[in-house]
C-alpha cells in the first residue's frame, strides 16, 4: 500500500521557522512536490523535486523562503520554511506519483498525504 504521510506542522509567530516531512512508503516516487491550500482557496503549488537532474521548483510566493530536499535513504521529502508570514497560513500537502503534465498542477499527481496543518499568527 502506497502512503504519504505529513508531520512538522504547527502553530508559529510571523518570522519563525518549520520543517515538514513525508514520509513515503510503498513505493519510491521520482518526482515529489509541496502543495498547500488555505480555507476557500485552490490548492496551490510551492516546491517540487524531481530525482532527475536533482532538480527543483518553487512558485515564486515562497523562492528565497522555503526549500524543498530529500532524503532518499529515508523516502522521505522535507519543506525548510523560514521567515513565515500570517498569508502562509493553510493545510500543507505532499504529492508524488507524476502521471505527467506539468509539475505545478494538483491533478498531475496520483498520491496525497493526509496534510498538516500550518499556522502563523501575527
Known amino acids: 500500500q502506497v502512503q504519504l504521510v505529513e508531520s512538522g506542522g504547527g502553530l508559529v509567530q510571523a518570522g519563525d521557522s518549520l520543517r515538514l516531512a513525508c514520509a513515503a512508503s510503498g513505493r519510491t516516487f521520482s518526482n515529489m512536490a509541496w502543495f498547500r491550500q488555505a480555507p476557500g482557496k485552490e490548492r496551490d503549488f510551492l516546491a517540487a523535486?524531481?530525482?532527475?537532474?536533482?532538480?527543483?521548483y518553487y512558485a515564486d510566493s515562497v523562492k528565497g523562503r522555503f526549500t524543498i530536499s530529500r532524503d532518499n535513504a529515508k523516502n522521505t521529502v522535507y519543506l525548510q520554511m523560514n521567515s513565515l508570514k500570517p498569508e502562509d497560513t493553510a493545510v500543507y500537502y505532499c504529492a508524488g506519483g507524476r502521471r505527467g503534465g506539468n509539475y505545478y498542477t494538483p491533478s498531475s499527481y496520483t498520491y496525497w498525504g493526509q496534510g498538516t496543518q500550518v499556522t502563523v499568527s501575527s
Open positions: 523535486h524531481s530525482w532527475s537532474g536533482d532538480s527543483t
